[in-house]
């Protein structure tokens, strides 16, 4: 665990009970609160690698999973059932201008995106998601002050693939309770509830000059969503290279969206937008991920972005402090125990 302190005391602020000014506002800024290092990744392991498993799960299109799902060998990292992972995840030299220190930071690119072996011809998306619930072995409450952060590079114009549209997302899985009235024989009957996930966040979309009414290569920050789950344009990108983007969910279930050209921390002035994503209000917090896309034709490759540092906060962190810190224990006894059994067995 690190405490950090971009904008204000946290940890102050979380043993006095309070709201931090900026979450009834803009929301937390990303940033703010204890790191949770237990999940997220830096990528400087040398030994960093994702184990692809063949045929990449396809169920948002055809309801096949394909089991077992690809994860990465640290176990922070694996594919969502919904979509398969990207092609290329490989660990390079950071990018100039990148986080001081680093060193490593993870390529994503994907070609055979959509249903293994065909060839849709439309923009198809695959995903790579931080193993938050798994870790943890819990959500994370609203009222706990769950926010991301992560720098992202965004490559020269003529290194994008050749399309306008999306092709590069930053999300949070989220859940909340939807309860309906069924209607039965006799008019409306039991009210069912649903545990109802979903998947908020910020999509990267370019212009690419071939089309049609573009004068020149552009890009531009949509979010998903409004009340009614719309994208929506929230901030043009005037310069290509590091931009870091965050999001934090408050207690009162909303999401909030912070982006800014380069490397240094969110600040207030980042905020782009708060939303109630489809009018939900969100009940737990469960993960954070990655979304590249491209032109599903079997030969277009997706645009060649860099992650470096996603990075889990929590404001009122105590909780999640404990589970982390027995898990470690946990860990700590388990390799004392397997030292102590392998040297009785020489």
């Not at 240094?264 to 991920?289: I, N």
Request: hydrophobic share 35%.
């Amino acid at each position: 665990m690190k405490l950090t302190f971009p904008l204000l005391c946290a940890s102050v602020l979380g043993l006095a009970g309070l709201v931090p000014r900026s979450a009834t506002a803009q929301g937390v800024v990303p940033g703010t609160g204890t790191l949770i290092d237990y999940v997220g990744d830096t990528f400087e392991d040398p030994d960093w690698n994702f184990v692809q498993r063949a045929g990449k799960s396809s169920k948002e299109n055809d309801g096949r999973t394909r089991s077992p799902l690809g994860y990465s060998a640290n176990h922070r990292w694996f594919e969502g059932p919904e979509r398969g992972y990207p092609d290329l995840l490989k660990v390079i030299p950071t990018p100039d201008g990148g986080l001081a220190g680093s060193e490593h930071a993870l390529l994503m690119r994907t070609l055979h995106s959509g249903v293994p072996g065909m060839i849709s011809r439309d923009v198809q998306q695959d995903d790579l998601i931080v193993d938050c619930i798994s870790r943890l072995g819990t959500a994370i409450r609203p009222a706990e002050l769950p926010n991301c952060v992560v720098r992202v590079y965004l490559p020269p114009p003529d290194k994008w693939e050749n399309r306008s549209g999306p092709h590069f997302g930053f999300r949070i899985g989220l859940s909340t309770t939807t309860r309906e009235r069924k209607k039965g024989l006799f008019g409306f009957g039991a009210t069912e509830v649903t545990a109802e996930p979903y998947w908020p966040g910020m999509w990267i979309h370019f212009r690419s000059e071939t089309s049609p009414n573009v004068d020149q290569d552009s890009a531009f920050i949509k979010v998903r969503g409004d009340r009614l789950g719309r994208d929506f344009h929230v901030m043009e990108i005037k310069e290509f290279g590091w931009w870091t983007l965050g999001m934090s969910v408050t207690a009162d279930g909303a999401v909030h969206y912070y982006a800014h050209p380069g490397i240094e921390p969110l600040t207030a002035a980042d905020h782009m937008t708060t939303q109630y994503p489809y009018s939900f209000r969100a009940e737990q917090f469960r993960t954070f991920f990655f979304n590249v896309c491209n032109q599903n034709d079997g030969a277009s490759w997706s645009t060649p972005f860099v992650i470096d540092d996603p990075q889990l906060f929590v404001v009122r962190s105590s909780r999640i402090d404990s589970i982390v810190q027995r898990k470690l224990e946990y860990k700590k006894r388990s390799t004392a125990r397997s030292g102590q059994r392998r040297t009785r067995s020489r």
